[in-house]
C-alpha cells in the first residue's frame, strides 16, 4: 500500500515542479521574484499593486488604497474589498505585492487616484481583454489596452517602472 502512495507523491511534486518551471519560463525578463518565490514581507502603500491566485491556475490584481483594496470583480463591479475579501474564494491565503530590486513597492501618485474614482462603476468585464490586469494597468498608466494575462501584465509594469518585478508577500 506505501507503494502508490509514493507514486501519488512523485506524481504530485512532478506536476507542481512542471508547473513552477512553466511559470518561470513565463515571466524571465519581466519579473525576479514569483508570487509565493520569496519570504521577504513588505507593508503596503497606497497606490500598491496586489496580487493573488486564483487556484493555482490564474493570478487575480488589484490596487491597495487606505488598508483596502480596489478590484475589477467578475461581474463588471470596480470595488473596494478588504484584504480578506480579496484572497476569499480563491486558493491563495496570501497576497503579494509588486516590488522593484530594492523591495520597495512599485507605485505611481495617479494610480490610487484613478482606482478611487472608478469605485462602482460596471465595465463588460471579459476575462482576456477586459480582465482586472487591464484594469490595475488603466489605472497606473492612464492607457487603455487589452491586457490579456498576468504575464501582460508585468511586461508592462517591467517597462513601466524600467525594471522586473518583484512579488513579495503582503505583511
Not at 463591479?77 to 491565503?93: K, T
Amino acid at each position: 500500500m506505501a507503494i502508490p502512495l509514493l507514486w501519488l507523491g512523485a506524481a504530485a511534486a512532478t506536476y507542481a515542479g512542471i508547473k513552477y518551471s512553466s511559470k518561470v519560463s513565463q515571466y524571465r525578463g519581466y519579473a525576479d521574484v514569483l508570487p509565493g518565490g520569496s519570504l521577504q514581507t513588505v507593508k503596503p502603500v497606497n497606490g500598491a499593486i496586489i496580487c493573488c491566485e486564483v487556484y493555482g491556475v490564474l493570478d487575480h490584481t488589484g490596487i491597495w488604497v487606505e488598508e483596502s483594496i480596489i478590484e475589477l470583480n467578475g461581474n463588471g463591479l470596480v470595488r473596494s474589498i478588504s484584504p480578506e475579501r480579496f484572497l476569499a474564494d480563491r486558493s491563495g491565503e496570501v497576497a503579494y505585492i509588486a516590488c522593484d530590486a530594492t523591495g520597495s513597492p512599485m507605485i505611481s501618485e495617479n494610480t490610487q487616484i484613478n482606482a478611487v474614482k472608478h469605485i462602482y462603476q460596471y465595465r463588460n468585464y471579459d476575462l482576456f481583454s477586459n480582465n482586472c490586469h487591464r484594469f490595475v494597468w488603466e489605472m497606473l498608466s492612464d492607457i487603455r489596452e487589452p491586457v490579456h494575462s498576468f504575464t501582460d501584465l508585468n511586461k508592462r509594469l517591467n517597462a513601466f517602472h524600467q525594471g522586473p518585478v518583484s512579488w513579495l508577500k503582503l505583511v
